[in-house]
Structures are given as C-alpha cells and as structure tokens.
C-alpha cells in the first residue's frame, strides 16, 4: 500500500540511465531515425519490419550478441510458463506471428502476436497510423487487420517448437460491424480453437477502439457471455486450456474515480476466473496531447497509444492489483519507454509490462537498457528477484 513503497526514480547521473550499454548501436537508430519519420507511421514500421525479417534470417547471432542480456532476478513463473524476464512486446507490433524468432533474439522476455481475428482483414483504408513527435505517441485505426486465424495457427504450428520465450496471441471480434451479438461471440470461440493449442496464453481483446464499429465487450453483460462460451469450449476440448487474460480501456484520466461498470467487468471477471488483466489497451479520446486541434481534426480517429497513456495505464494497474489483492497477475502496457516507466507500473502491481510505441521512438536497444535497469532496481531496493517489487506502490 502506499507508504510501504520504496520504488524511486533513477538517480541523476546513474551509469545505465544517462549511457546506453551499446552507444554505437544506440546512435545509429537515432540518426536513422528522422529518415524513418519522413514515411509515414504504417510504411515506416512495414520497413522495419522487412529489416528484421533480414536480420532474422541472416544475422541473428550478432542481433543476440547487441541486445541479449539475461539475469536471474528478473526470471518469474506465472501462468505454468517459465518467463526470463519482464518485459515483453506488446499486441500490434507482430501482427500475424511472421517475426517471432527475432522477438526473442532482440531479448523480450515474451511475445504477444496479433491482434488476431476469425476471418482475414485488410483492415481501414489508409493513411490510418500517425506519429505525434512531440508527444511520444502513435494514433492508428488499423482495424485490426491480419491473416485471419486459420493462417497464423499454421504459422504458429510451424515455429511452437522452435521459441525459446512465452507466446501469447492477441484476439479480437472481425472487423466486420455485421457481426454482433451471439456471432460475435462464435467469432471468438472461432479464433480461440484455432489459436489455443499453439499459444501461452490467449489475450482477449475487449476494448479495441480502432474498428469501424467501435463496439466492445466492455459492458459487462456481453463479457460474461463471451467468457461463459470461451470457458464452455475449453471444458468440451481439453486442448483449448490455455490461461485467458483480459485486455481493458485505460481509464479517462489519471485522476478518475472508478465507475461501477468497471468494477462489474472485474465482478465478472473474477466469477469465470479469469488468469490475468492487460492494462491497457490504446485510447479512443486525446487527454493530455500537446497536439493542435487543428492536427488531431486532420489525424482523425484511432486508438492513441504511447507517453501519454502512462500515468493513466499505472492508475489502472493498481485498480486492478487492489481490486483483486493482488491474486490475479497484471500486465502493464501504455506508455513504457525507459526503466522509470517500467519500474512504475511493476510497483504498482504488474507482473510483466510490454512495449510497442516505445521501441517507435528508442529503437531495439530499449529492451536491453529497460532489463538492466531493472536489475539494478532490484539490486538497489534489496529485492532477491523483480517479483518481490510487484505492488509495492499499490
């Protein structure tokens, strides 16, 4: 609770705060950095993501020799799965699992793919990602376009055996606003058994605000059913046990008093068992942008992800620890992007935390500085293994 917490920022001048381990490399994405950014956000990232496909076919002892680092206090167990560290990519950055060998060479502790859907999708029409320099963050409607299901199940059989780090699959309704109500909820039970054999852990996504229709399972009636056919599923089809965790709306403000449908949706969470929360998801509204409203008039809608989702993704996280006394593990996501931001939301309550915007605007190398940070963290704390920190500011 707070008061016990003696979680504190890093200190002005700290060796791994102000000086990456690798400078060269470091510097080298800063200066490619501004050639990056004058393609727009969806090209830039379909570039990097070619480079690392290379990388991966051709390089990856030397990617390993650049990003790997492994340390014994930041391993945790959670869910039956072995993690060697915390730190973990977030949904939307591997789409359709193609680059899950580089993931792990880069150095995360786990890999989420998708957003994953039943039917394949192309997703919105473009331009339908956009960079805000100034404030660290991404808008996109992508709407959730992927291979479909089927698809990355085959590909997710092909290399299960083959991944050396936890694999969750990011899940979601079709981007298709026909399908709604009890079809909606065939959707997901759909994806479910293709993607459940071949995954650590399935994340079901509730709250995505980037489709067309911009409806959810965030009310609490709709989730119940949804958890009530996936539990249904899993019993008739042993295979389908995998952990399921709940990926949720950050709140509207860091300063929010939490309404009652929230704690319904945590209500109805705890009573099908949930194994986990993901907090949180992008945001539909523009709380505490310094963008024009001119500039965000133009961006249009999306799901906003990045700095600005911090403070606003911790206060959820702790909501979430308290509301469940910590027996439920968290992942922390929204606005990590240095150890400081990471550390915050561990001592909030998070278990694990992922990073996706992040890497947009620090590169490949800040996986690596976020571990060893963290290791001194827990070092200097007192700490025997990162897991002791965990809700130590809840």
């Given amino acids: ?7 504190h920022p890093v200190r002005a001048g700290s060796p791994r705060s102000a000086v990456p381990r690798f400078p060269l490399v470091y510097a080298m994405y800063k200066l490619l950095r501004p050639l990056l950014f004058q393609l727009d956000a969806e090209r830039a990232h379909d570039l990097g993501l070619r480079a690392a496909a290379w990388a991966q076919s051709l390089l990856p002892s030397v990617v390993e020799s650049v990003y790997g680092y492994s340390d014994e206090r930041l391993k945790q167990r959670l869910w039956g799965t072995s ?5 973990g990519l977030a949904a939307g950055a591997d789409k359709n699992a193609q680059l899950i060998p580089f993931w792990e060479t880069v150095g995360f502790g786990f890999v989420e793919a998708g957003s994953v859907s039943a039917r394949p999708s192309d997703g919105n029409p ?3 990602a956009f960079r805000l320099e100034r404030d660290e963050a991404v808008i996109n409607r992508m709407g959730l376009n992927n291979d479909g299901a089927e698809a990355v199940a085959r590909r997710l059989e092909d290399i299960i055996r083959q991944k050396t780090v936890p694999l969750g699959v990011n899940i979601a309704k079709t981007h298709d606003p026909e399908i709604m109500g009890e079809a909606a909820v065939e959707d997901f039970r759909t994806t479910v058994r293709h993607v459940a054999p071949h995954a650590d852990y399935i994340a079901l996504n509730v709250s995505c605000p980037n489709t ?3 409806k959810t399972f965030e009310d609490p009636a709709s989730l119940d059913a949804l958890l009530e056919t996936i539990a249904a599923a899993q019993t008739s089809h042993p295979g389908l046990k995998t952990p399921l965790l709940l990926k949720l709306s950050p709140p509207l403000s860091e300063k929010l008093v939490f309404d009652t449908q929230l704690e319904d949706l945590v209500a109805v969470a705890e009573a099908h068992e949930i194994d986990g929360f993901i907090a949180t998801n992008t945001a539909s509204d523009r709380t505490g942008l310094s963008a024009s409203a001119e500039n965000l008039e133009r961006i249009g809608g999306g799901g906003l992800s990045g700095a600005p989702l911090q403070a606003r993704a911790t206060r959820l996280v702790r909501y979430l620890y308290r509301a469940t006394d910590g027996r439920i593990p968290i992942i922390g996501v929204g606005g990590v992007r240095d150890v400081d931001s990471a550390y915050e939301k561990i001592c909030a309550g998070a278990s694990l935390v992922q990073v996706y915007t992040g890497l947009i605007y620090e590169g490949p190398g800040l ?3 976020i571990k060893e940070g963290l290791v001194d963290r827990v070092r ?6 990162i897991s002791d920190a965990v809700g130590s500011a809840a």
Wanted: charged share 35%.
């Fill in 1 to 7: 609770m707070q008061g016990a917490c003696k979680c």
């Fill in 126 to 128: 473009k331009p339908r």
């Fill in 212 to 214: 067309r229709e911009g």
């Fill in 83 to 87: 993690f060697p560290n915390p730190v």
């Fill in 367 to 369: 996986v690596r500085r």
């Fill in 380 to 385: 200097e704390e007192g700490y025997a293994n």
